[in-house]
C-alpha cells in the first residue's frame, strides 16, 4: 500500500486524469458487454423454483415438512434469468393434491405442463428430480386411555398403594394424523408432579400432549382427576422361639441361639392384627442345605399381611454326632 501511494505521488495530474479517464471507459465498456450479454435468448440455467402443495386443511395434515422447492432446468432471455436466479418477485408453483393421505409423492411429468405456462416466457427445459415427496395423514379423533406415568412418580419411603388409581375420565378424545396417534399406541401418561407421597392422593391435573406431538395432536378434555390411598409400612420386630422339626437323633444345632429375631414391615391398618398370632422360628432339617450343613430359618404363621421379612441369625450350622 506504501509502495502505490509513492507511485502515485509521483504521477503528475495530467497523467491521474489519464488514468480516471480510462478507468471509466472500462466500466463503461463492462456495462455496455453486460447489458448487450443479458439482453440475449437461448440461455440455459438450474434454478430452485418456489413450489407450494395445497390441500384441505380441515381434512388432512402434513407429518413431515413440505418441499417448498424443486430443481428446474429453464432457457431464455438473460434478464429472466437473473430475475429467476436472483429469485425477485418470486411466486410459488402451486400443486393441488385431492385426498393426499392416500399417496406419498407425486410424479414430476405430471407436473410439466402447468409448471411450463407458469415460466412463461422462460422455457421448462426439464424438472431434475423424478417425484416430489410428501407425508400428509387424514386428521381424525381416537380414544385413548389415560395412565399414570410410574416413572416419574414416587411413594415415601415405606409407603404402599392402598387402593386402586381412579382416573376421571378414564379415556380422552385425541385428534390429530392418523400415524401420529398410532404412536401413542392408545395411552396418554399424566405426570402427578409429586414425589414421596406420603398421603392419599386427590387431585385435579392439566391434561397434556407429549412434547415430540405438540403440533400433531389436540385434547378435547383440560384435565383430568387421579384419586389413590397410600398406607405406611411400619418397621417392627419380634423374638421368636425356636422349633426343630424332622430332626435325626443324630444331628442337633450347632451352638444354637436362645431366640431368633424377626424384623419385617406390616401395613399400619394390620398392626392390631398381630395380637392374634403367635409365631415361632421352625428349623426343618429336611431344607438343609448339605453343601455346607446349614439350615435356614422359617417363620410360622406366615401371614400375607408382612413384608421384607429377615431373621437374625438367618442360616444355622447343623453339628452332627458319631454314631
Known sequence: MATLKKRFANLNPQKIANLKVAALCFLAAATFWVLNALNKDNYTTV???PIEIIFDTEEFMPVEKLPNRIKIEINGNGWDLLRKNLKFNETPFLIEINNPSTKTYILSTELRRSLSETLSPTGLVSILSDTINFKIDKIVTRKVKIQVDTTATSLAKNYRLASAIEIDPPLVNVKGPTSVLQELDGTLSVDLREEKINKNYNKILPLEVPGAYAGFLSLEEESVHIKFDVTQMLEGNKRLKIKTINFPKNVELDQAPSNIIMSYL????????????????????QNRNREDSTVTVQVNPKPSFLENIKFDPEKLKLKYEKP
Open 47 to 49: 434454478v430452485d423454483y
Open 266 to 285: 406390616i401395613d399400619e391398618r394390620k398392626l392390631a392384627d398381630l395380637n392374634n398370632f403367635e409365631f415361632e422360628a421352625v428349623i426343618n432339617y
